[in-house]
């Protein structure tokens, strides 16, 4: 069964997503319950992503890249949440940061940190979370105090994925009074003195994928460094989030679709007093459920990519589509545990390592509670 049909994707990324799909045949679903179970980063399958130009490829083209679209990079993290979660964070994140410096960084800030991203040589991350709280970007308390040509940054962030791994992170930090013209954006090189991370431990799902408690003190960062203009940061975030948000719907969709393809399998297979489990209406019923919620959240996800491409009130659609398919993953993930009985409750098997991945996805950029503010906030018909 092959539910990520390609009718939704645009023609000019479904090169991409076969590339993808087939790298995830090859390389990321027959690891995935090993990488579950050790929770090691996947270095050796991130690089061969790069080395096949399938990580780092959201740069663009003038800096070494592919320049990926937002319909390509949709694509392709359906195909690799598919696969599994975990890997398909660590995959899709190696270019978070350079995203954040395609769209904000001058000509020279590109120059110089994106096409060793473009090229397979370093990985990158975005710290912005910190441990007392990560829904308010406006409540971040890490400083950067200006020192002349230089800024020194202190504080903490937590759940920066690849704080650990990463050649550089862009962190976001207070350069200001509190408030939405109060923050600003930096790239760090994590070899920085002052630059501590540690990773966090026992995660329930999306294992393969690594994210730290990072210590940032007196970390010393030239001037240039800065990305856009100081006190720019929150609405460069803002923006950047909605991009970030229907990658986060291609989560849900990529683990929804692997949900249900199991539920689907299982309930074929599996006799229980000589019949099939899936010879039950109210079975059958739920099945279809799932396809209905799956397939709307499937089309909402990529009519609100065409939106945010054409910067049709993005906020609104990202915030939609990342809400909805990710509560659709959770919904059916929770539906093929159940189908599968005592079997679905052990951590090897692939329904039960969807349903704990599927808890993430809602929660990171931006809590599902969150989501439906914003899109409140940015009704469409009402701002004209
Ligand atoms: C696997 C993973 C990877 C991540 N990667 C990164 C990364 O690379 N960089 C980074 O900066 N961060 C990252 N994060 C952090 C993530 O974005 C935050 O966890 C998320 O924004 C929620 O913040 P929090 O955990 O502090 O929850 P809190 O802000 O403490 O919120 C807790 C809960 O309160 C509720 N809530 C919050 N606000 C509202 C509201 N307005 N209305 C109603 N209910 C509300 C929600 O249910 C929410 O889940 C990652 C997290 C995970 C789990």
Not at 276 to 280: E, Y
């Given at each position: 069964m092959q539910l990520l049909s390609s009718s939704p994707v645009p023609e000019r990324a479904r090169d991409t997503k076969a590339a993808a799909n087939e790298f995830a045949t090859e390389h990321v679903r027959p690891n995935s319950a090993e990488y579950d179970a050790s929770g090691e980063y996947p270095l050796e399958i991130v690089q061969e992503a790069q080395a096949a130009g399938l990580a780092g490829r959201y740069v663009p083209e003038a800096y070494g890249g592919a320049g990926w679209t937002l319909a390509d990079r949709l694509a392709v993290v359906e195909e690799w949440f598919h696969a599994d979660g975990g890997i398909g964070l660590a995959l899709q994140l190696v270019d978070f940061g350079a995203k954040v410096v395609t769209m904000t960084g001058s000509p020279e800030q590109k120059s110089r940190w994106l096409p060793a991203v473009a090229a397979g040589d370093e990985i990158t991350g975005l710290a912005a979370t910190e441990p007392s709280g990560g829904s308010d970007l406006a409540g971040m308390t890490t400083t950067a105090r200006r020192e002349g040509e230089e800024y020194v940054i202190d504080g903490e962030k937590y759940w920066t994925s690849n704080g650990v791994v990463a050649d550089w992170i862009v962190v976001y930090a207070q350069t200001g009074e509190p408030g939405h013209d109060g923050y600003s954006l930096f790239v760090v090189p994590t070899d920085t003195p002052g630059y501590e991370a540690e990773p966090i431990t026992g995660k329930m799902g999306l294992r393969a994928s690594q994210q730290a408690r990072i210590t940032l003190d007196g970390v010393r960062v030239p001037v240039e460094n800065r990305l856009g203009a100081e006190g720019d940061g929150f609405y460069e975030l803002a923006s950047f989030f909605n991009y970030g948000r229907i990658a986060v719907a291609g989560h849900g969709l990529g683990l929804a679709a692997a949900a249900l393809e199991t539920a689907w399998e299982y309930v074929h297979d599996r006799e229980l007093y000589d019949e099939?489990?899936?010879?039950?209406q109210t079975v059958r019923h739920r099945l279809v459920e799932c396809r209905e919620q799956f397939e709307a959240a499937r089309a909402l996800a990529w009519q609100a990519c065409d939106h945010v491409m054409a910067g049709e009130d993005p906020a609104f659609w990202a915030s939609l589509a990342k809400s909805h398919a990710t509560r659709a993953a959770e919904d059916i993930a929770q539906t093929a545990v159940q189908l599968h009985g005592g079997e679905g409750l052990r951590e090897e098997t692939r329904a039960n390592r969807v349903y704990r991945d599927t808890k993430y996805p809602s929660i990171y950029e931006g809590a599902n509670a969150v989501q439906r503010d914003l899109a409140y906030g940015h009704w469409p018909e009402r701002e004209r």
């Open positions: 099939p489990v899936a010879d039950k």
